[in-house]
């Protein structure tokens, strides 16, 4: 049995946003923990994959988020009522693009540093986007109804596939 979400659009994305910062604490706090960290101790070429896996994660974050209203967006501003699905931009090739920039940075970072405490974050990061995504997505249709999940038919969730 589905229940429906009666809340409102913006009660909703505040509360999304305050359990995301919430949950980045015990990250931040394992991160104040590792110290300082001498790359010298790794083969460069890990840390430039790393790196650069992190840098293309940043970048890709950068882009989706110009493609939303940033107070909407953080839950202190309200949406515009019956707003169309958008499918512009990096929208075109995923659904979820800056979910994809939060992947490829927590990833690179700890392919960059190669840290235990770090692959822990990265895991949990991971696991709480897909968590939260999935859930994200039913508000979606319940939104845009079959306009999202014709949308969810033709788009991958998080990473581009080619197409022959």
């Known amino acids: 049995m589905k229940t429906k979400l009666n809340w409102s659009p913006q009660a909703y994305r505040l509360l999304f946003n305050f359990v995301a910062t919430i949950t980045l604490i015990p990250g931040v706090l394992i991160l104040k923990s590792i110290g300082q ?19 293309l994660g940043l970048s890709i974050i950068i882009i989706a988020l110009t493609n939303y209203d940033l107070l909407a967006f953080s839950g202190l501003g309200k949406e515009k009522p019956n707003e169309k699905l958008r499918v512009n931009g990096l929208n075109k090739h995923v659904r979820h693009p800056l979910y994809s920039g939060i992947f490829l940075l927590v990833w690179g970072i700890y392919i960059g540093m190669l840290n235990w405490n770090f692959l822990i974050i990265a895991v949990v990061t991971s696991a709480y986007i897909y968590i939260g995504t999935r859930l994200e997505e039913r508000k979606l249709i319940e939104q845009f109804g079959t306009d999202y999940e ?9 990473f581009p596939n080619r197409k022959a």
């Open 37 to 55: 960290i001498s790359y010298s101790e790794f083969d460069i070429a890990i840390v430039v994959v790393g790196t650069l896996l992190g840098l």
């Open 150 to 158: 014709g949308y969810m038919k033709r788009v991958p969730m998080f």
